[in-house]
């Protein structure tokens, strides 16, 4: 079966220091992945999506990046965080581009002090 | 543009009474739907989905949700609701990309 990764589950971070969030999928290959925010009081905004190795696509002009070094490991990462980039950040799946469903991680909760 | 709009962004209803939480949605293209549900600090759990066929879905933990294409609806409901189903539910479209409501807070109350 199949199976998403997301870590760390919490993280505290100061302004100004960089960010690594990465995401790995067992037991599929070539899943589109997907990377979203849920900040307080707000829905979910797609921040990345990757169709396929070293394919990124930008939804939100903003202070992250993302990259997808292998087939199903994503990276969620910024040089920078801004108080603005506090959230709860999830990570999700999908095979034959989503039209069944996106499968989430269980999220990382990001405060930026 | 595909938009999803859920119509009550919190819902307070009392133990063992039953609950609709609205959703609908515009596009001028056929969609999938979905329903999610997000307990407190954890990620998206699919309830249920629309693809085709029936219009009346069912799900797990007793939910079901019907799919109105007159009125461009997929309300979601449960006939009698447990205090374990507070949560964050979260009702989406697919047409090329996964695009969520707003959500909806159900509080059941003993």
């Known amino acids: 079966s199949q199976t998403i990764h997301q870590w760390p589950a919490t993280l505290v971070q100061p302004v100004g220091s960089p960010l690594s969030l990465e995401c790995t999928v067992e037991?599929?290959?070539?899943?589109?992945l997907y990377w979203y925010r849920q900040a307080a009081g707000r829905g979910l905004q797609l921040l990345f999506y990757?169709?396929?190795?070293?394919?990124i696509s930008s939804e939100v002009p903003q202070n992250l990046s993302a990259s997808r070094p292998q087939d199903r490991q994503f990276i969620l990462s910024s040089k920078k965080l801004l108080l603005s980039d506090s959230g709860f950040y999830l990570c999700?799946?999908?095979?034959?581009?989503?039209?069944?469903?996106?499968?989430f991680g269980s999220g990382t909760r990001l405060t930026v002090v | 543009a595909q938009s999803v709009t859920q119509l009550d962004s919190q819902v307070p209803v009392f133990e063992e009474a039953p609950v609709e939480l609205r959703c609908n949605y515009s596009?001028?293209?056929?969609?999938?739907l979905f329903w999610y549900v997000q307990y407190p600090n954890q990620g998206l759990q699919l309830l249920l989905k629309?693809?085709?066929?029936?219009?009346l879905v069912k799900g797990i933990n007793g939910f079901e949700a019907e799919f109105n294409k007159s009125q461009t609806s997929f309300h979601l409901r449960k006939p009698s609701v447990h205090i374990s189903d507070t949560a964050e539910y979260f009702c989406?479209?697919?047409?090329?990309?996964?695009?969520f409501g707003q959500g909806t807070t159900l509080q059941v109350k003993p």
């Open positions: 999700a799946w999908s095979r034959y581009g989503g039209s069944y469903g996106y499968t």
């Open positions: 596009s001028s293209v056929s969609v999938y």
């Open positions: 629309y693809l085709s066929g029936s219009t």
């Open positions: 037991g599929t290959s070539n899943p589109n």
């Open positions: 990757s169709v396929g190795i070293g394919q």
């Open positions: 989406a479209a697919w047409t090329g990309k996964l695009i």
